[in-house]
Antibody, heavy 120, light 106 residues
Framework: EVELVESGGGLIQPGGSLRLSCAAS????????MNWVRQAQGKGLEWVSY????????YYADSVKGRFTISRDNANNSLYLQMNSLRDEDTAVYYC?????????????WGQGTLVTVSS | IRLTQSPSPLSASVGDRVTITCRAS??????LNWYQQKPGKGPKLLIY???SLQSGVPSRFSGSGSGTDFTLTISSLQPEDFATYYC?????????FGGGTKVEIK
């Protein structure tokens, strides 16, 4: 059974840094692209970042470009999101989501999310 | 690419036929997905490429459309279908989502 479990969220002051992790199981992690998607409380979904299966292709939303870094460790079936220079507007639940084999942005499995709160 | 969903919210009863629409700000061919989200959970992929049913999704869900206008239809609403539904375009980067349609109990 495919499972994605996010961790690393918490309360952080503006300007601070946080590293999110996503532990994957139940599938061959190294053959799938992965994404981060976030959702502010009571709001809609916002795509954050994409990484290909080999880490050869990476994309970011303009809202996080230059501040966030996506990475993966295929040997340990893990996805990461390093978040620096955090702002109030980065407060959200962050989901990791798997891309399907035929489309980078068709997200067929999602984790339960980890809450990031940026506040002083 | 901006996606506009309607209506929101949508009040319906068990057994009703429900239709949700999604309009794109430019043509996206058939690069349109639909997701269902329940409180406290990650979204679930229902329909991809405008009209293809994701594996394991009940056949009462169907999607149609191309270009700029798309619909998600639930043929007979079940109690477990009360949730929020989002459309998503995958035509280009960044992929974007509609604002969501909450299907509520009438």
């Amino acid at each position: 059974e495919v499972e994605l479990v996010e961790s690393g969220g918490g309360l952080i002051q503006p300007g601070g840094s946080l590293r999110l992790s996503c532990a994957a199981s139940g599938f061959t992690f190294s053959t799938y692209s992965m994404n981060w998607v976030r959702q502010a409380q009571g709001k809609g979904l916002e795509w954050v970042s994409y990484i290909s299966s080999t880490s050869g292709t990476i994309y970011y939303a303009d809202s996080v470009k230059g501040r966030f870094t996506i990475s993966r460790d295929n040997a340990n079936n893990s996805l990461y999101l390093q978040m620096n220079s955090l702002r109030d507007e980065d407060t959200a639940v962050y989901y990791c989501a798997r891309g399907t084999s035929n489309s980078w942005y068709n997200f067929d499995y999602w984790g339960q999310g980890t809450l990031v709160t940026v506040s002083s | 690419i901006r996606l506009t969903q309607s209506p929101s919210p949508l009040s319906a009863s068990v057994g009703d036929r429900v239709t949700i629409t999604c309009r794109a700000s430019q043509s996206i061919s058939k690069y349109l997905n639909w997701y269902q989200q329940k409180p406290g959970k990650g979204p679930k992929l229902l329909i991809y490429s405008a009209s293809s049913l994701q594996s394991g999704v009940p056949s009462r869900f169907s999607g149609s459309g191309s270009g700029t206008d798309f619909t998600l239809t639930i043929s007979s609403l079940q109690p477990e279908d009360f949730a929020t539904y989002y459309c998503q375009q995958t035509y280009n980067t960044p992929p974007t989502f509609g604002g969501g349609t909450k299907v509520e109990i009438k």
